[in-house]
């Protein structure tokens, strides 16, 4: 079953999940976690704006689960960059489980030490 | 080599990159390599469609040459609206605290720090922007 649905996926790939994300809010009081499955790129990145601002004037914590997340752009970052910048004073972020593609921008843009990552 | 006319806009990056995609992994790009040729398409791409036409519609043209020997893949990025040299900007300062940090830039230097060869140059009335990987 698991098999068929990755193979499935896999040929459904190219145009049909190009430019696709997934966003997963969960709420424990003033907790938020962002579960982001698919690429964060141009298209895609206000969906994920639109989340946090939903999420910052209450939260005192932000935690982005980025493990399924397969990509991120510029776009992307400076979303990441806003959600940190809007945390400022007032609680904190917490970046998560990277990919390996997401670890390597995150490191050649000095994103890697902008939040705590675990 | 291969081509793409297409209108610059942004809602097309899923087929620019999905263009870009099929002749890399023709090629046997390996899969990070891919992610971050996709980064340098997003970024080159975007800006056309944000930056060269104004309110104005235009195309972009997208031209992808796969070289062997050393495997490596070159595309370049054309379009004729406003002369603009993308290069020029000064690099982020990446070594700033999160509330130091501007939010632009980040991604033409992302394309200069994970390409091979990255050129502009304007002629004949168009911004021609090549960048070079090579897969091995």
């Keep these: ?15 049909s999940s190009k430019s696709n994300l997934d966003i997963e809010v969960n709420k424990n009081g003033a907790e938020y976690t962002f579960l ?26 932000l935690i982005f689960d980025l493990s399924n997340l397969e990509y991120i752009s510029s776009a992307g970052l400076r979303v990441l960059l806003g959600a940190t910048q809007a945390m400022e004073d007032k609680g904190e972020m917490v970046v998560r489980n990277l990919t390996p593609s997401v670890k390597e921008v995150f490191e050649l843009t000095g994103f890697s030490r902008l939040f705590a990552i675990e | 080599m291969r081509e793409l006319i297409i209108e610059a806009d942004r809602m ?22 891919q992610t971050t040729i996709d980064i340098a398409v997003e970024e080159l791409f975007v800006n056309i469609a944000s930056y060269a036409y104004g309110e104005e519609n235009g195309n972009a043209v997208v031209q992808v040459t796969v070289h062997q020997e050393p495997l490596a893949v070159e595309i370049t990025f054309i379009d004729n609206g406003k002369q603009y040299d993308p290069l020029a ?11 130091e940090r ?32 090579n897969l091995n």
Aim: charge should be neutral.
């Design chain 1, 1 to 15: 079953m698991a098999l068929f649905g990755k193979k499935e996926k896999k040929s459904a790939s190219n145009m």
């Design chain 2, 102 to 133: 501007k939010k632009g830039g980040l991604g033409i230097f992302m394309v200069k720090n994970t390409m091979d060869n990255v050129s502009y140059e304007y002629k004949d009335g168009k911004n021609i922007l090549t960048i070079k990987k």
């Design chain 2, 12 to 33: 097309n990056l899923p087929e620019v990159q999905t263009f870009i995609d099929e002749q890399l992994e023709e090629a046997g790009c390996p899969m990070l390599t």
């Design chain 2, 89 to 99: 900007k000064s690099d982020p300062d990446i070594t700033l605290s999160a509330k």
């Design chain 1, 36 to 61: 982001l499955n698919g690429r964060l790129d141009t298209i895609t990145s206000p969906d994920l704006e639109a989340k946090i601002n939903e999420a910052t004037p209450d939260a005192e914590k």
